[in-house]
């Protein structure tokens, strides 16, 4: 069946602009995780969903970044006023629930804020 | 905190070659323990769990509570296990979150 999707899977933008980054999970999946892979910090976690409510948004690196999840499924993570050190790849993962089932990943979105 | 500490960022081998890729973790806790592996071009994948005690693609990684290590280990390493790997850790009590270690990037030369 279909993996995990994410889109754009390229974005450019210019500093100080807002972007939202989708996520389609997989079908029936009901947790829906966010994560940041960047040169400098590695992956990092930053939000996760049990169906639409965000139990952990402890790794949000600030109060630029936001996400929501409708409808238990697709999920946008938003970047406000977009930053320089924002640039990253930006990875969503779903599993079947929460805590201790594997988590499978999409392919990304890159951003690059110029 | 809780960290997952790999200290090679590049480890190369030629093939057939045993390889061991070093993972150590602090917390004092019980954790789950995951080896995640990204080929070239292609998405983060699970490559095994501790809790499974499984051989994939003839890696083994044994969990050492005594040492908080979880190393991967090949006895002959292959071309195709040219990769990023990561190791990654969960705590059952925080909804699943992955906390990953920096990764090693494995090459294997023929």
């Known amino acids: 069946g279909a993996g995990v999707s994410q889109s754009p899977s390229n974005k450019v933008t210019e500093k100080g602009k807002d972007v939202e980054l989708r996520c389609d999970p997989i079908?029936?999946?009901?947790?829906l995780y966010w994560y940041r892979q960047s040169l400098g910090q590695g992956l990092e976690f930053l939000i996760y969903?049990?169906?639409?409510?965000?139990?952990?948004k402890s790794g949000l690196p600030s109060d630029r970044f936001s996400a929501e999840r409708t409808g238990g499924s697709v999920s946008t993570l938003t970047i406000q006023r977009t930053q320089q050190e924002d640039s990253a790849v930006y990875l969503c993962?779903?599993?079947?629930?929460?805590?201790?089932?594997?988590?499978?990943f999409g392919p990304g979105t890159r951003l690059t804020v110029l | 905190a809780q960290r997952v500490t790999q200290p090679e960022k590049l480890l190369s081998v030629f093939k057939g070659a045993p390889v061991e890729l070093k993972c150590n973790y602090s917390y004092s806790g019980s954790p789950e323990l995951f080896w995640y592996v990204q080929y070239s071009r292609q998405r983060l994948q699970l490559l095994l769990r501790h809790i499974s005690r499984e051989s994939i693609k003839g890696f083994t990684a044994d969990l050492n509570k005594g040492e908080t290590s979880f190393h991967l280990k090949k006895p002959f390493a292959q071309e195709e296990d040219s990769a990023m790997y990561y190791c990654a850790l969960t705590l059952g009590n925080q909804g699943g979150k992955l906390i990953f270690g920096q990764g090693t990037e494995l090459s294997v030369k023929p």
């Open positions: 079908s029936g999946h009901t947790a």
């Open positions: 969903f049990q169906g639409n409510s965000a139990p952990d």
């Open positions: 993962a779903s599993s079947l629930v929460a805590f201790t089932d594997t988590q499978y």
